[in-house]
């Protein structure tokens, strides 16, 4: 192989893997539009619990534990999860698959760019002092 045929197969996997970083990231504008399915039940102001938990500083809080909220499912009581990253997308994919039994009627959401991007506008907008 010569080198222009090196670097043309260079460009080709190099421009096949930015989509995935892209996706990965994802946008927090984009995100903002994607809650709107969560939005029916779950608030993002602290103490504010409506069907589902609020989702205020989800982020490193262990599944199933915010005081305020009293209809856990025992599965979802007793998973020995703590929300983060990785534990929020699987389970935005799918919450019956991550945590049999719970009582979330949610089937998740499929598409890997979606999730990104709503992780990343609930992480803007859960965290403390967030507007």
């Keep these: 192989m010569n080198g222009s045929h090196v670097t043309a ?6 421009l096949a893997l930015v989509p995935h970083v892209f996706a990965a990231e994802g946008s ?3 995100g903002q539009r994607v ?3 969560c939005a029916a039940c779950h608030s993002l102001q602290p ?3 409506m069907t589902g938990p609020s989702l205020a500083d989800v982020w490193n809080r262990k599944a199933g534990s915010l005081a305020s909220f009293s209809r856990y499912s025992p599965a979802l009581k007793s ?6 990253d990785k534990t929020l997308d699987e389970w935005i994919n799918d919450p019956q698959h991550i945590v049999p039994g719970n009582q979330m009627t949610f089937a998740g959401i499929k598409d890997a760019r979606q999730r ?10 859960t965290q403390k002092g967030a507007a």
């Design 28 to 30: 927090a504008a984009r």
């Design 79 to 84: 998973a020995n999860i703590v929300w983060n």
């Design 116 to 125: 990104a991007d709503l992780l990343a506008f609930l992480k803007d907008a």
């Design 47 to 49: 103490g504010l619990n």
């Design 9 to 14: 197969i260079a460009v080709l996997v190099s």
């Design 35 to 37: 809650f709107g399915a």
